[in-house]
């Protein structure tokens, strides 16, 4: 993604904000695994992966790893006290039937009114949508964690995805290198950005326009 | 140990059931959950023209994915290649045929197909054209869903952690992913397993696949790969 570390926890840190006591979570690869670094540690948090555990808890010692103890992302995790293991089947069913809170995941795209690109690249990259789909269409939140803008200097947030779709009108939420913008039936608003960059310097580097929330707040850094 | 229902065999013996052009479901989730015995016997027996279906591709030396990167399938149904490059430069080089369905479409595909259920009705994917591609959709209560027909294959080929001889199964924490789903849909269904116990040593209220869905048990010679971590 090409973003260093300092600003990869940046983005993590806001995206830890939304997650509040009790709620069941999904993480995607990337930034959003670093997100439960920034959580209290008194909040009670219940993080689901794909291939059947909810309850994930910290990655283990060196030397502790079990092979059958691991995320979606085939690496080893450990579980906390509560959790519990289940089939694919019963853990997509959680995903569909609505039972997970948030869902934190990257994106190649994200329009103005939400619809997300995640997966493909046609002719490039396609590694295939894992369970993406079901995760961007039927978690109640859909953050997405993500540069501002891509390799080539373009923006990652705009008018029309030209990608293929993960999910049309699914994300409610975008944390970038720059700002936090949401997303509802009114479109999409800029409320907070980080003292790094300035209101003006965002407008220039989105492409499409935007609302700017009348309590628009600075993140210092 | 005793063997009533005749169920327990060897690796060697149920390669008998495998030939080239045949379906193969699999269990395993990035490889955790493959069973490694099987795969090794199916890379020795230098089968062809296989149709592999299962999660995902694993990783080139790990799970189904060292199948794949020998060049074994002519076709997959898989939810996710990306931690497999071979499969990929396989798909673009017009050598592999990949159908791409959404992970939970495709763990219900195959738990339907094991319940002996046709097809299910899912709103997920409607957005992708290439998810519903040549798929006929249904409107039910005004509201439109993807058909999505059920999985079954030849043989479905799990791993689990303990089995009694009639084949009932207990699997080991997040190694169960889709290996009771896989177990359900084989005509033939193998499980390679780490200890095999005498009937009656499974609490019953335990077990997670009944052995009714099971034909062949195999101990398993261990995992013969190294973790992405290692």
Redesign the interface.
Known sequence: MGLGVDVRNRIAKRAALEIKNGMVVNLGIGIPSLVPNHLGKDQNVMFH?????VGMGASPKQGE??????N?????VT?IPGAS?????I???M??RGKIDVTILGALQVSENG?LANW?VPGK???????A??LA??AKKVIVVMSHYDKAGQSKIVKNCTL?????QCVDMIITDMAVFHIDHDGLTLREYFSTTSIEEIKTMTSCSFQIDKDIKRIIV | MKNPFGKITTVEHVMDFFHDGMSIMFGGFGGIGSPPTIIEGILKKDLQHLTLIGNDTGFPDIGIGRVVKEGRADQIIVSHIGSNPIAGKLMSEGKLTVEFCPQGTLAERIRAGGVGIAAILTDVGLDNEMVTRNKPTYTLEGKTYLVETALTAEISIVYAKKADSYGNLIYDKSARNTNPLVAMAGNITIAEVEEIVPLGQLDPDEIMTPGTFVQYVVPSQGVNWKWVWE
């Open positions: 992966a794909e291939n059947g555990i790893e079990d092979e059958n103890v691991c979606a992302g085939g690496l080893p579980v293991y289940c089939d694919s089947s853990a997509f069913g995903i569909r619809d493909i990259k396609v590694p295939g949508m894992g369970g789909m079901e269409q039927k293929p779709l993960t999910s049309a």
